[in-house]
């Protein structure tokens, strides 16, 4: 496998992905709770993400059970994070303090009982012995959504990115297996990549909710301003930009896959789809001429299934999809 150099958004937040999982602490008490009402916790956090993103319900269905169900715990934690954040009907202070509130149970070491989504996240932290460091930056990164609204370079977009994405990305592989410390910086390379998709694909939305997540400095680069986007304008100065912001996604999904090979023989197949089919996002933005303002880009339910196969093969052997 060939040596990685990090870039220098990479230098910026690798020390904190080796520091949690230095330091992080997972529970390490047994978790009592009813085994009925564990079992409906997880059920929740499945219809949760069943709910909330195809994309992650497809690709976790290729795990074996506990694997998947653990997964989907995880994805109901992020979510339940990243909605007290964005909650239209709650100000600034109030989600600050239920974001502070549902921090303090989340990290706790007792049974979260009255809270499904806690409670099957709390079973899957003990279960995996994910370091508690890598929710606790995953929870700092949400929270920067309250006050931070735009970002001047891609160092700082990576660095949100990380705490937001590539978090979820090393927490996933405590439930996977993985290898070493050698797939840390490629499981933050994907986490980062994932995010940009959703950032090119969201531009809009987030437009229409305060935020903008392109790098400031390489707008004004393309010529570009803020009243461009907020008028949806598609000329080809965007064109142009965008076809540089995927570009560089592009590339991040290629170096990031090497790692899926350092993962456990069984989430290969599930982490490489993830990747495959987020990057297909990109390719449709592409195929509707850079439009992200009037259409929100996606593959379908059938091109994700004809890509599987391909996913499959190009997963075994340890290649994950490279």
């Not at 809270?115 to 460091?133: E, F, G, K, N, S």
Request: glycine fraction near 6%; aromatic fraction near 10%; proline fraction near 3%.
């Amino acid at each position: 496998m060939a040596t990685v150099y990090p870039q220098a958004w990479e230098r910026n937040v690798l020390p904190l992905a080796y520091e949690a999982e230095h330091h992080g602490v997972a529970l390490d008490s047994p978790l009592v709770s009813d085994r009925d009402t564990l079992e409906h916790a997880y059920v929740y956090c499945e219809a949760i993400t069943s709910a909330h993103s195809r994309t992650f319900s497809t690709a976790t269905r290729l795990l074996p059970p506990e694997k998947r169900r653990a997964m989907r715990a995880l994805y109901a934690f992020c979510r339940r994070s990243d909605d007290i954040v964005d909650s239209s009907d709650t100000s600034q202070k109030d989600a600050q303090a239920r974001l502070s509130a549902w921090r303090q149970t989340v990290l706790s070491a007792e049974s979260p009982a009255d809270d499904l989504v806690a409670l099957a996240w709390a079973d899957t932290r003990l279960r995996y012995h994910i370091p508690a460091q890598y929710a606790e930056q995953l929870l700092d990164g949400v929270e920067r959504d309250l006050y931070q609204k735009r970002y001047r370079t891609f160092e700082e977009l990576a660095a949100y990115a990380y705490g937001v994405a590539s978090t979820v990305g090393l927490m996933s592989m405590h439930i996977i297996g993985f290898a070493g410390e050698q797939a840390i910086p490629y499981a933050v390379e994907l986490g980062v990549a994932l995010q940009l998709t959703n950032i090119l694909r969201d531009v809009a939305e987030d437009w229409n909710c305060g935020r903008l997540y392109l790098p400031l400095n390489e707008l004004a680069a393309f010529g570009l301003t803020e009243d461009d986007l907020g008028r949806g304008v598609v000329d080809e100065r965007w064109r142009v930009f965008l076809r540089f912001q995927i570009e560089r996604n592009c590339r991040l999904y290629r170096e990031a896959r090497p790692g899926i090979a350092l993962l456990h023989r069984d989430g290969r197949f599930a982490v490489a789809a993830a990747s495959d089919l987020y990057c297909a996002i990109l390719a449709d933005i592409e195929a509707h001429d850079y439009d992200v303002f009037h259409r929100r880009a996606h593959v379908s339910g059938w091109g994700k299934l004809r890509r599987l196969p391909g996913i499959w093969w190009r997963a075994q052997g340890g290649r994950g999809g490279s």
